[in-house]
């Protein structure tokens, strides 16, 4: 049930399991409460693993893609939600890194340890990323404002800077976007409305409404599309993958656990399930290894990804979605009222909560129509 | 809708080519009359592709396992029977050269081209690979005799040899099995009904009643469980999926067809399968990409895979068996009618019927049930 | 695995036994060669069972709904085609009876048991039974013409007339259509490409040009969008899922044959299959039943059912053609090589290949479209 | 969407309404407390419908399966605990008036509005209901004890009398079962650990110990295995659909409405889960009114249903307790973060916990291997 084991450095996996650790032992608080795993990013922020994507030159881990997945898995495996908030931070700061290395908030960002958070949603766009309603405007003294009602901006109220999109400028069209870095005291935050939902409950992702007024220079210095294609899409994809993969491996250990315990007492009982939900780890893993080697070039290189290398990560993002799923549907009916239970070693119902959120992570349904029109257009057959 | 083009060199793509064009001219007839594919088999003695396992220094073309998955797949494209015919092939004679490597007949089967046939079911055994009812006898002359009701002898009539199993005397265990290779004129066969069967009708896999004489130098001097396991299963399970791979990407791409064909009239037409069944097929290709990558280690150094390396074997059958009948039936959803019919250029029905044999060969729920006590049994976590 | 017996009369079973005897006998044959069970439509005939669905007054048998039912499910155990054809001509007869009673050839079509085709497919509307494009003509004599090219005329060549759909004039729009009842002497037919299909192959689901000149009387007097609605959606729907809910039921009996024959060496053999899939075979007999019941009252009184009662309808052929396959593919599993090959009496091969038009039949897609629409619609909440 | 009104007399449906609204208004506050319901409870009593079950002649309601799977439904629609809570208690009535019509407080019981609670679960037994450890013993006066230690016993804590299964005397198999009817001052209960779990979290099933000390005349005068055959299993089973299927449409409703919401945007917006979702329920809906209808005549005549009734409520439980499941989930997608979300008017959140709850009450595996035995069984074939 082990992961890719080996890919980090002794020391690194050392200084993951203090925050495993701390993440573990909040969690249910967290979950209960839906509230700010504070604590785990803490540890995240003492430990340097909050800037594990930044590169070293920059003061950050400078961990390649094999390795950020599996801090994700790791995380994943005793906290949800602080995983999925490591994930979207470093996807953020990913973007910063790579697309802005000049920006002048980004040695103290990666110093401090900043968590960032993304506004990317926006209340009228339907959940597409690559179209905004708000625009960039001119500000006082050449500098610029924005105003943007954001549907679910995780962590907003915890955030040290937010990766806010926006088109160019008032005439753009709404898929002419750009990504500015705002900090938390150039923006006043509105928050509209609760997040009292299902699971991944310590992210805190409500709805925000947000007003900054900033330096022209903090817009990223490359349109949106390019940073979409080349970092966020590739990174955020792979790293959700990441943690769906340790939500569902936690549920296939604790399902060993019970299937072990009952056949204590009945060594002949058979599990199916355990056999059907661990082939699917297996095959996730497989799945999300093999993606993670098809994008390093591009992404090492800086390039974006080709069409092809598109649609399977979004492949990847559909699979991995689904199969957390079902893992954690097989999981239950393997551990029965020990795993419907909300706590005990055999519980499953936070994994199963949390795990029904990654479907929702835009919608599956987008991505597979998205893949159709690739394959309708390459008429190469190879 | 490629797979990994680029693996193989230029001279056997174009090899390939050239037997693949053979298996497609003769696949309609082959599959209605259930008969061997003797064009492609001679096509594949041609082109040396038929003892491509086989190492270089014994004459073969020496093709690791990435570049046989590639093979396999691309011959499935046009000929499902024949492709499996080349892959069970192969496994034999895998088992051959790495485990009996000085047998006084390996330098004329593989200078020959000899087909390898298998004799590993046997009637009243229930389907269990490593278990025999049959077992070696004295023969003539220090010689050795043996006679088995084998109930799946694919191209039983058309083999050169036969790789038989049995039990090493007549008072071993069931489990205690050796594997021999006897030739053509060694046998004496006698087909037991007839192969009329819903796809892979050219592998023409009747039951035979086989009765042989050989030498005891013709018996592979390790036992059959590790002959099994460090290259049976470890090859037939990559090989299998790779010519279950090969039928879905060709699914695909007639779906994809098919669906630019309407979408040419109808330019707003969702095809909301197709993008199922292509992330599908790019999950199938990651899961086989990685297995390869993690048996690689393994099977070049002749050791055994690990538990958790069959575990994964025995999830890559599982999921590529059940992966390529779903995708073909996403498939024939997409092209309707067309893919109803048994010929043009959008039928999906000899595939289909073809990717229903998937999951019956060792079934799945013996695999699962396998990896379940995997599972039990390794009490360590990671 | 009985379905309603006891529906119908005693001496009914009978004369349904004889035909189903007939039907089996040739089943194999008519599956092999693709062509016409001309035997078992002779029985269908001699027997009365033809008119079924007609009145006593007019010469029928004046079955209802249930009783139509079970004859449906009867015959498709032992021959799907010849099933399907009968349901087919079941609808068709009914539409003639129903909303044309007074037609000239009504007596003679009933009491000669004419086989009755639809040719209500059109190459160019994109599978939509709604919309035509060809036209009535004015003929000579104040006659009628109209040419059609069906794309799938089951049993075209073998049938003694034909309903077919076309615009009430050549200026009327494509969803103004009437149904008119031309007979074999009045058509010039010209078969267009093949039948050589995956399953239901004796149905002869060809594509057929149709030429046709006939009296203004022979068309029927109602729209055809009331036929449509009253008639032939409902009684199509309920004697198909009747057809495949036989199917199903033929293939669970096999699978428990094979499944007993096993348990008869090994007693503590487990079978979850079976179970599983005679549990689906049940949902579909009550949710076959229900609708079956749903439906009588608006039927027997002539009224087009309700959009609730159509969403029913529809509910049940998507159910009923994916519950049809899901069981048969279960069944193959449970029966292993004896249910994949096309003969003996574990064989669920044919079974199989038949149950795949299954969804094919009306595109499920579309009738989930359509339900989805009706419920959009139905603000009413209870 | 509605289910079958008209079934329940005008003024029940206005006492069921007015239940139904008290349920609703305490719900969300059920739910997050895991509380016992109260105020539905008191509702119940004061309406009559806690004695639904109970013949008209005995002070009850006098109603038929129909009607009670109605209530069952409706109650589900605004609160899954006190509808769960309700069916349980109405199975555990009617065991009492039908296998003990002369017990002695039975006319209280009824008069008071007693709820009762079921003690049928043990540790130790595996969850097989027709299996206990704990006997019956001799007490003090002629009068007997029991001690159980129960694993689940829902609203054990606020129940007014318990249906406890034990062996008929200490000597006897553990399948040599009575029942006996304790009131809560014979009883002596103590909690073991607590109800935090992942649904239906107002039913409070916690495990409990219980010892109790009552008159030999209490014990019902049937074995406990027809009781069990006879009433206790169709109608937890009918009731228990019911419940479900009322979740499953609450649920669709939920999501016509958010895909209203936003076809009034983008009328062209397709939505075709939402005709997935609702075909299901349509599905359920039909498998469930057949069912009641194939029992009724047994139940009502206070016979056992035959095996293949047996069969067919084994297959409705299956089938109900993954459908509310997978129409859940499909609603969940259709309402994206509004259905994630704990509360709002398209929130599914409470729905999916409280569905995950129905595959876990008597395993489904438990029951499809059941049902395969009892098709091995039956040669018969028709």
Chains 1, 2, 3, 4 share one sequence.
């Not at 450095?9 to 795993?37: G, I, K, S, T, Y």
């Not at 400078?62 to 599996?70: E, Y």
């Not at 349109?223 to 294609?229: C, G, I, N, Y």
């Not at 792979?238 to 204590?264: D, I, S």
Request: net charge neutral.
């Amino acid at each position: 049930m082990t992961g890719a084991a080996g890919i980090l450095a002794p020391e690194l996996e050392d200084l993951l399991a203090v925050v495993a650790e701390q993440a573990a032992a909040a969690a249910a608080d967290v979950d209960r409460n839906a509230r700010f795993p504070a604590e785990a990013v803490r540890a995240l922020r003492e430990t340097g693993l909050i800037t594990a994507i930044a590169p070293r030159e920059l003061g950050g881990l400078g961990l390649g893609l094999p390795a950020l997945v599996r801090v994700a898995e790791q995380l994943a495996r005793r906290c949800g939600s602080t995983a999925m908030i490591w994930a979207m931070h470093q996807t953020q700061l990913a973007c910063l890194v790579r697309h802005h290395p000049r920006s002048a908030v980004l040695p103290e960002a990666v110093a401090e340890g900043w968590l960032i958070a993304s506004v990317t949603s926006e209340r009228g766009v339907g959940g597409d990323l690559r179209s905004s309603r708000t625009s960039l405007l001119d500000g006082a003294a050449g500098g610029l404002t924005l105003e943007k009602a954001g549907t679910t901006v995780s962590y907003g109220a915890d955030a040290d800077a937010y990766l806010v999109t926006a088109r160019r400028s008032a005439d753009a069209q709404s898929g002419s976007q750009v990504a500015v870095l705002v900090t938390r005291e150039q923006v006043e935050l509105e928050q509209q409305g609760s997040w009292d939902v299902l699971g991944m409950r310590g992210t805190c992702s409500a709805a925000f409404r947000l007003r900054a007024a900033f330096g022209a220079d903090q817009v990223l210095p490359v349109p949106f599309r390019t940073v979409a294609a080349a970092t966020m899409v590739p990174v955020s994809h792979l790293l959700w993958a990441g943690v769906w993969t340790g939500l569902a491996a936690e549920a296939v250990r604790r399902a060993a656990g019970a299937a072990r315990l009952r056949a204590g007492t009945d060594p002949a009982a058979e599990v199916p399930e355990l056999g059907r939900a661990h082939a699917k780890l297996l095959g996730l893993r497989g799945q999300l290894g093999a993606a993670v080697q098809a994008v390093e070039p591009a992404y090492e290189a800086g390039r974006e990804p080709t069409l092809g290398l598109g649609a399977q990560l979004n492949a990847l993002k559909v699979a991995a979605s689904e199969g957390v799923l079902e893992i954690a549907q097989l999981a239950l009916q393997i551990c029965g009222m020990a795993g419907f239970a909300e706590h005990g070693r055999h519980s499953v119902a936070r994994i199963l909560r949390d795990a029904h959120s990654a479907p929702l992570m835009i919608g599956n349904g987008r991505l597979l129509a998205a893949n159709a029109r690739t394959v309708l257009l390459s008429r190469g057959e190879r």
